[in-house]
């Protein structure tokens, strides 16, 4: 049987564009990376001296990794074979799970069946039941013993593929909920939302093992209760700026950066720095850096209210344009050629008998380009199910006009 093409496959998370906009935009090219389906991604290899776990410390939108232990035929006899052979070859002891990914044409594989034909060998079994796409990260990561199983079916062929890296979820849970501060009134951006936006703008850099603190400088704007500026340290940026009109904001955020730097303490390299300031995105008084030094600004602006009416959504929308185009022109002075930009614009959709069901603010794309913002990749949508107000993600480059 010749030698697999695909070596690593990836499970996207559930906004899979946004996971492969992520995916896409930070791995080297040597990766070979290709998009298999909607879910599904995969690549030859993982980046230079990069672990499938160290992946996914640095990645928000991959669930998880699987490696490639070998090809498939498509024949459930000789599967159960090849799965048996893999499992026979560990422990006496067998504790496993299994799981399918991608395309449904090959033949159902019973898992009694592996476990008859291991205790025929001597073996003493323990077969795990989970969804189709396996076992949740809690399981896999806290019953070290367990080994999940995958037979991933794609367009070139089938593979038998073990799980060898899962999202840490309680890393998750602790940023998400253990913050001392947190403006709910405001709306909360999720950290994986927040991780995968910095890795956006990072791109490839972010798997550069050369620099154990990568010497860029980030900018959030509007930083609320901290969460970007966390994810950039996460991602062992030198140096963070967070910027809110909001006085209570900016207290929130230090008092969030005493307990970070303690709960995270183990992650953060020395001499990484957060400094917060209050300002007006669009007319910046005096900040703590000089002009054309910012290498990179993520950010959430405000988005109007989280459940407009109807009436109100044409006035809202006009007023945030507004918004958008002074902060726009105000960071044209801060930024760096090449800087990146990856900015949360609102997208309101609107269910019942209107003409107009989607406002957004794409006109601003026409106003931007000419002062030097270029899109550098498609917008991707992040919502709940049912949200009238939407996040869309948008990524510009930025060159001095």
Not at 60 to 89: C, F, H, N, R, W
Not at 135 to 141: E, F, G, P, T
Not at 157 to 162: D, E, R, V
Not at 362 to 373: A, C, E, Q, S, V
């Amino acid at each position: 049987m010749s030698s697999p093409a695909v070596q690593h496959f990836f499970l996207l998370g559930s906004t899979p564009e946004l996971s492969w906009l992520e995916l896409s935009r930070t791995f080297p090219d040597i990766c070979g990376l290709i998009r298999i389906s909607n879910q599904l991604a995969g690549s030859r290899l993982l980046p230079p001296q990069i672990s499938a776990t160290k992946v996914l410390t640095l990645l928000g939108g991959v669930v998880k990794i699987a490696e490639v232990i070998s090809m498939l035929p498509d024949d459930e006899e000789q599967i159960i074979s090849e799965i048996v052979t893999y499992l026979k070859q560990g422990e006496s002891r067998i504790h496993f799970a299994l799981a399918e990914w991608g395309r449904d044409h090959l033949p159902k594989v019973e898992p009694q069946l592996i476990k008859e034909r291991l205790t025929q060998e001597g073996k003493s079994v323990r077969y795990r039941t989970g969804s189709r796409t396996g076992l949740s990260a809690a399981i896999l990561l806290h019953e070290s013993d367990l080994q999940e199983l995958i037979v991933i079916s794609t367009n070139d062929g089938a593979y038998l593929a073990k799980t060898s890296a899962v999202q840490n979820i309680d890393q998750w849970q602790i940023e998400d909920r253990s913050k001392p501060f947190a403006q709910h009134k405001r709306g909360l951006l999720p950290p994986k939302v927040g991780r995968m936006m910095v890795a956006i703008g990072l791109g490839k850099t972010i798997f550069d093992t050369d620099n154990q603190k990568s010497p860029l400088a980030l900018w959030d704007p509007f930083c609320g209760s901290g969460t970007i500026l966390f994810e950039g340290l996460l991602h062992c940026l030198a140096m963070v700026y967070g910027g809110d009109s909001d006085t209570e904001s900016i207290e929130g955020t230090e008092k969030n950066w005493q307990w970070f730097k303690n709960a995270f303490q183990n992650q953060l390299a020395d001499k990484q720095q957060l400094v917060s300031f209050q300002s007006d995105a669009t007319s910046v008084q005096t900040p703590p850096f000089d002009s054309s030094s910012i290498s990179m600004i993520v950010t959430e602006p405000f988005l109007g209210k989280p459940t407009p009416d109807f009436r109100q959504i044409a006035n809202i929308q006009s007023g945030l344009e507004r918004m958008y185009k002074g902060m726009f022109k105000e960071w044209k002075q801060w930024l760096k050629p090449g800087a990146s930009v990856v900015c949360v614009f609102p997208k309101w959709q609107i269910s019942g008998d209107y003409k107009q069901k989607t406002f957004d603010l794409h006109r601003l794309i026409d106003f931007l380009k000419p002062i030097g913002y270029t899109t550098a990749s498609d917008p991707v949508v992040y919502a709940r199910p049912g949200a009238v107000v939407q996040r869309e993600i948008w990524h510009f480059t930025y060159q001095n006009q």
